[in-house]
Each structure stands twice: as C-alpha cells, then as structure tokens.
C-alpha cells in the first residue's frame, strides 16, 4: 500500500508570511494528489489538487507543485491570515491496487496575527 | 446541492455493544467512501461503496462492515466494540465515475465506547 509522509507537523507562521507543506508518497502509480484543509470540529475540505500530468497548480493565495520523479508534492500558501489556520492533509491517490484516498498525518498551521 | 449529512452526529456506547451510523451523499454521487479519525491514528480509510457494491476495502477488522442501498445512501456498522474505536467517523461521497473525482465530506459521527 501507499506509505505517506507529510512534513512538518506543525508550523506557525506570522500573518502575511508564506507557509509550505511537504508531502511524500511511495506509489509510483499515484496520480491524483489533493489537499485538504480541517478546522477545528469542522469536515476536511478540499482546498486544491493537482493531477500526475500537472506540475503545478495555483488558486489565489494557495499553490500545489508536484515533483512526480521525487514522488512528492507541496502546498504553498502566501500572504497567510488567520482563518488559514487549520490542519491540512495531504491525500496521494492511486489508480493501481489501492485506489484509495491515503491520508498524510497532518500539518497543524497557526497563523499569528 | 444539499451537502453530505450523517447521522447521528453523536453516540456514546459501551464495550461489546454494536453501533449502526448512516451517511446520506449528495444527489447523484454514487461512491460513498468512509473514513476512521483519531488523534493518533489521523485519518484512515474503512471502505468505499459505488452501486451497492464494496469496491474497496481499508485494513479494519471485520467489526466494521458497511453496505449500500439503491438511492446511495450508505451505513456502517461496528460490532462487539472496543475501547479503541472511539473517533470520529466521517463519510465522503463523490460522483464514483473515477477515483479523481473530488470527495466532499460530511460532518461525522463522534463515537464514543465507555
């Protein structure tokens, strides 16, 4: 199955600051790589993904790059506030046996004001 | 578009009891995925449901078991429960057409098991 790692699993920043997210996966056969953010007893919702055919990807403030030969990819968020302040999931899908969402561990961001 | 609903969104139980949750996807999504969330675990995945049929399966003990039924709609169930199964347990759904179709989350179900 899909071994993911995301790093780190904290961050704080100062508002306004860039903040990025790395997460690396070991199926070759991914293809599908979204992000998810989770406030505080709220749902995971999705914030930005990026297909295998895509090396990068831009919505506003936030950004996914893809390195498919390091098998990793980042999120990048600029000019931060603080509603960004959330958990932030990294979610590689494979089309091959697993065809599952695999879910990174977590990245706690705290954007301080 | 209603979005996914769960219900309940809270149950508390004790050790060996049995528990049913139910999720209800948006209209016209067909896949139903569910998800275990715990501190220490995050988030991992039980089992994905597309036409009434199990299409994939995470690695949980056969306590967990879900289904389907014709309108999308999808429960699952924990039998003899453990202390270790309390978490949050969140449901998505998506169109199902393909495995990069987007995943929209409901709210979930916190279980707690005294």
């Keep these: 199955g899909e071994n993911v790692e995301q790093h780190p699993s904290t961050l704080s920043v100062q508002e306004g600051d860039s903040a990025v997210i790395k997460c690396t996966y070991s199926d070759s056969a991914s293809n599908y790589f979204p992000w998810y953010k989770q406030e505080l007893g709220k749902r995971p919702q999705l914030i930005i993904d990026i297909r295998s055919n ?12 893809l390195n498919k030969t390091a098998k990793h990819f980042s999120l990048h968020i600029t000019e931060t506030q603080p509603e960004d302040s959330a ?5 590689p899908w494979s089309s091959g046996s697993a065809r599952q969402l695999t879910f990174g561990s977590g990245t706690q961001l705290t954007v301080l004001p | 578009k209603a979005g996914v609903t769960q219900t309940p969104r809270y149950l508390i139980k004790t050790r060996g009891q049995q528990v049913t949750l139910s999720c209800s996807p948006i209209s016209g999504h067909r896949s139903v995925s569910w998800y275990q969330q715990t501190p220490g675990q995050g988030l991992q995945f039980l089992f994905e449901y597309f036409s009434e049929t199990q299409r994939n399966k995470g690695n949980f003990p056969g306590r967990f078991s879900g289904r389907q039924f014709s309108n999308s709609r999808s429960e699952m169930n924990v039998s ?3 202390l270790g199964d309390s978490a949050l347990y969140l449901c998505a759904s998506s169109l199902g057409s393909s495995g990069t179709d987007t995943q ?8 707690t098991v005294l």
């Design chain 1, 87 to 91: 958990v932030y999931f990294c979610a």
């Design chain 2, 80 to 82: 003899t429960l453990e």
């Design chain 2, 104 to 111: 929209y989350f409901g709210p979930g179900t916190r279980l």
């Design chain 1, 54 to 65: 895509v090396g990068e990807k831009k919505d506003q403030r936030i950004a996914v790059t």
